[in-house]
């Protein structure tokens, strides 16, 4: 594969460790995805294990923590070749961000912990009716002396089973009006034993066709119990807290959605190359050859714009509509390019053989978490024209 024009513009440190993660990802998760994808398995805990030998779950934790102290764009830089292999992997490493509400003598404890692999959480936001609308929020937090008592029922919350903790928003006061639906959210860390949940929680598997390697939940609270040490920040700003955390998630995404589509790049070439009809490989048919050029093209593009945010991110600047911009273009893109790669393949792409076909149901789902699409277009165009009155 050709050297990304990006290269230029990423300083040696990041160019060796954009490597060391390329390599990784090729030789340990590679084979790992063929594998198990397929079946829908797990990702096995030895590579994990190796996955934190090497830092990749310490990368934006502090080097006093055993962390690389790193930033946003080797962040991303690691994630994109993680999730060119398999897009699970690309993901998991976000479980090892710990909450930035934790108090500085927790953080202290669980920090190298989560550098180590060994403190790893999952984030449960969403609801059946509360998806985009996150203000929409049902489930209760309510106090019993100095606990808390949760009941309710949350989506989507991926690597529930297997997480130390599980990051949980609740509303904790009624909804002042319609206007200001978003106060009087919190959030509460519930921590938990490894392959089981505390008490009142039931968890239902989410059938997906996609996103295989962890397991994704329904999640019914009834009377669970927590410490009142388990609220996050301040009682009722946990929407704020969410939001914030949104410009990152936005990021990893993108990178995730880069990934992805690089890897239906690189197969198709491959295939194209080894594949002939009429006497000759079909990567000498034109059709192709302009196809790929521009899955190229695009899956640069998005690059681009996702290495720029995460610079801004990083330099401390407000980027949160170049979030918005960077997970759109990304996701739709890899949609397309994740398309075009599996109609190189042609009836082979079809099949469980061959990678492509995960590469496209993977990349439909960056559309859709951290935001749709669609919720994108909205977070840009208020930008652009002002909100709509209501």
Known sequence: MMSEPSAHVLTEDQLHLREAAREFALKEVLPVANELDPIGGVIPQD?????AEIG?????????????????????LITEELSRAWMSVGSIIRASTLPRALPA??????????????????????????????????TRAVRDGDDWIINGAKMWCTFADQADYIVLFARTSPTP???????????????????SFPAGIRAAPVRKIGYHGWNTFELGLSDVRVPGSALLGNEGEGFYAGMVSLDIARIHTAARAVGVARGALEDAVTYARERVQFG????????LRFKMAHMAAEIEAARALTHHTARLLDAGL?????????????????EKVTSDGLQVHGGAGYTTDFAAQRYWR???????????????????????LGKVAR
């Open 362 to 384: 993977d990349a439909r789902l960056t559309k859709i978490f951290e935001g749709t699409s669609e919720i994108q277009l909205r977070i840009i165009s208020d930008r652009l």
């Open 105 to 138: 003598e927790r953080r202290a404890i669980l920090e190298p912990l989560a550098a180590q692999g060994k403190y790893l959480g999952a984030f449960s936001l969403s609801e059946a009716e509360a998806g985009s609308d996150v203000a929409n929020i049902r």
């Open 56 to 76: 990749f779950f310490g990368v934006m934790l502090p080097e006093r923590s055993g962390g690389l102290g790193l930033g946003v764009l080797e962040y991303a």
């Open 47 to 51: 590579l994990l294990d190796k996955m």
């Open 318 to 334: 407000p980027c949160s509509d170049e979030a918005a911009m960077a997970k759109y273009v990304a996701s739709e893109m890899a």
């Open 177 to 195: 009006n319609e206007r200001r639906r978003h106060l009087g959210i919190s959030a509460f860390m519930i921590e938990k034993e490894r392959g």
């Open 280 to 287: 000759e490989p079909i990567a000498s048919f034109q059709g």
